[in-house]
């Protein structure tokens, strides 16, 4: 059975329960800036657990290759990667964004990349794996089990259970990507007395690193498509972050005429980062991918785990707007740029960096 642990929600979020299914409510904002204030209190645990839409469904990047820019990027210096083999090299990218039926239940949008990181995962799931289950994390929301019902309990001033596992002597928190692995956890321990919460996935990370927590557990209900994300991981995906997952909120939000200029606005403060390796010269290079027609584009990366989850052997190094208005300047041959090629992604042509240009004037 799940147990709960007691946690203060003073942020006023809005959460409703039901006994036959959870209802879902997005976080306040408290909630919502990572308030680890919001969520004090006591734990008791106990079982453990056994522009530029992109609207095709898939784009065709044919040899990446590794180019210098000069004096643009000069990461730090470390032992040189071994040069990625061609299969690496060639690949076609997954759906630029998330499908518009993100909703399991009517009313209840799932976390759609996340939830199908985890339907992917083979058994056993190799450490790898789990990278790509935690690059998908860090986009959209996630959704918390609380005992009883959330609303009355808020309304009320009281503490909000949340639940909790005990695993090999460590507490987890619990976790869920929809409303499938939520029905599915709830049918797992017959205790339909509770309701749900959605909150942004960086207060959740957040929350879980200001207690004693071992890490968190995703859809744990759900095996073989769960996974438990160690701490370590967890202070590892905030510490390198953009304090802000701007960009990663709007390569996961659906798609509008704006979503193009608003990236690239962003990536004028935003952290971002290149993958580096070796060009064809033996010096090192930056990433770059090839459309179909030829067209070349400067891969850029919202997190450097972007980059160690495509599994090519690169370096993630941190660039910044200037350096990517200079490189743009610099080299004419570059048609724009391929954000997250993991997905969701995004290409931006040179008329949509013109944020980016305009950094440098």
Known sequence: MALFSKRKNSDGTDAEGDPAEPAISRGGDAADSGDASAWVGTSDAGSEVGGDADTAASVGISVTSYRGLGAQVTPAPSPAPAEPDEASRTRTLPPAAIPAEAEAVP????????????????SPASPSDI????????????????????????AAGEDLPIGVVTLNGNQYVLAYSGATALRTSIKSDT????????????????????????????????????????????????????????VKTLLSAARTAETASAIADALTRAKFWVAVNKAADGQMGVAEARTEDGARLLELFSHP???????????????????????LRNDEGIAGVLIDPGGPWIRLSRDDLAPILAVAD
Do not use: W
């Open 107 to 122: 009313g209840l949008r799932d976390n759609v990349v996340l939830r199908e990181a985890l339907a992917a995962l083979p």
């Open 131 to 154: 990278l790509g289950v935690a690059r998908q994390l860090m986009q959209g929301h996630l959704y918390l089990r609380v005992k009883g019902d959330a609303r009355t309990l808020l």
């Open 191 to 246: 205790d339909i007395g509770t309701s749900a919460m959605a909150q942004p996935v960086r207060a959740v990370i957040r929350y879980v690193l200001s207690g004693t927590y071992a890490g968190l557990i995703l859809d744990h209900a759900s095996a073989p498509a769960r996974a438990v994300i160690p701490r370590e991981l967890l202070q590892k995906l905030i510490d390198q972050a953009d304090p802000t997952f701007e």
């Open 305 to 327: 785990l972007e980059v160690a989850s495509s599994l090519r052997g690169d370096r993630a190094a941190p660039m910044t707007a200037v350096q990517l208005a200079g490189a």
